[in-house]
């Protein structure tokens, strides 16, 4: 089994849809192709949106192009992305600027479920589940 | 609230986000249709509609991500 995904390339980053699953409900949010993630970062407005308490969430210190920022983790329910769930999985919290159009970034911490081939010849990634 | 296809709804809130409830995804959880019950400029005006309701959502930007600042 394999995946084809067509991506835009008038578009300036790569992104997937991933179903977000909360306390409260749960939100189709638009999250960028991030191999250069170590771990999912979803942002703090959906995460609260959904019944997440971000203020008791623990802290930990994330390495970013320029500096080192403290930013809140916590463990999702679910995350269903490319037709694979990962229940308890662990995010950050933290925004994306809006103007980037999305909602955060799909890191490894999810992608490693993947085989992942990205092809800009015909703008397309290719991803084939790994069963652990 | 009109039941409109994605295509429809980029038409009619162009470079805006949007709260649509009721989604229909194909299997990549691409919205294909749904019913837009928040719109806005301000990405947290959706998200503040997000948390007064219960449910299954999709949240969108309907613009092209693409700009002048570029991400790392």
Known sequence: ?132 | MKEMTFEEIKKKYPNEWVLIADPIEDEMLEVKSGKVIAHSAKRDMIYSALKERRGNFAIRYTGKIKGKTFVL
């Open chain 1, 1 to 132: 089994m394999r995946f084809l995904i067509t991506f835009d390339p008038d578009e300036d980053l790569i992104h997937l849809s991933a179903r977000i699953i909360g306390p409260f409900g749960s939100a189709n949010a638009r999250l960028a192709f991030d191999t250069g993630a170590t771990i999912t970062m979803i942002g703090k407005g959906i995460l609260e949106a959904l019944g997440y308490d971000i203020k008791t969430a623990d802290e930990i210190s994330i390495i970013t192009g320029s500096r080192i920022e403290t930013v809140k983790e916590l463990i999702v329910l679910e995350i269903h992305a490319i037709d694979r769930a990962v229940k308890n999985m662990t995010v950050i919290c933290h925004d994306l600027p809006e103007e980037s159009g999305l909602d955060g970034l799909l890191g490894l911490n999810f992608l490693r479920h993947f085989d992942t081939e990205i092809n800009y010849s015909n703008n397309t990634l290719i991803l084939k589940p790994i069963f652990l």
